[in-house]
């Protein structure tokens, strides 16, 4: 059940712009579906920094904590969520009209032994939901991420 998924979009932007954007984690609620707000965990910012997500859908709500995995200024900035590592991120290449913009989320082994522990014969059912959750959310959330460049 592990699997890799990716959606882009050319943002009206440069790469460097796109990326001060996404990589303050602060703004995130402002495109994202599920999480409405983050704080960065101390005064470190950049590869190793960690931050606390508050999430929410219509079921349920949680909060998690990240890890910045890659922070490359104008080219991409990912983390990786909880004990599950998780990988989201977002990657930016130069487009004749600004930039394209890929949001990308790697779920892997790892995550699929935590969610084996902690749901059971319910695990497979939860990673689908999961990645289907992505799959709508991933265009909606560049979409957002546009409008706001575009501004």
Do not use: K
């Not at 859908?57 to 990912?78: H, L, N, Y």
């Not at 990308?104 to 082994?109: C, H, K, L, M, V």
């Not at 995550?111 to 522990?117: K, M, N, P």
Request: aromatic share 10%.
């Amino acid at each position: 059940m592990a699997y890799e998924l990716e959606s882009s979009t050319t943002v009206p932007a440069t790469p460097m712009a796109a990326y001060s954007l996404v990589s303050d984690v602060t703004r995130t609620g402002e495109w994202s579906e599920q999480t409405h707000l983050v704080e960065w965990s101390g005064e470190e910012r950049g590869e190793g920094a960690t931050f606390t997500g508050h999430n929410r859908t219509p079921d349920r709500q949680w909060t998690t904590v990240s890890t910045v995995v890659t922070d490359a200024p104008g080219e991409e900035f990912s983390w990786s969520v909880g004990d599950a590592q998780v990988i989201w991120g977002y990657r930016m290449r130069p487009a004749a009209d600004g930039t394209t913009l890929t949001l990308f989320t790697q779920f892997g082994p790892r995550a699929e032994e935590v969610f084996a522990q902690r749901f059971g014969d319910d695990a497979a059912e939860q990673i689908e939901i999961r990645r289907q959750a992505a799959v709508d959310g991933m265009p909606l959330t560049l979409s957002r991420i546009r409008a706001l460049l575009t501004d």
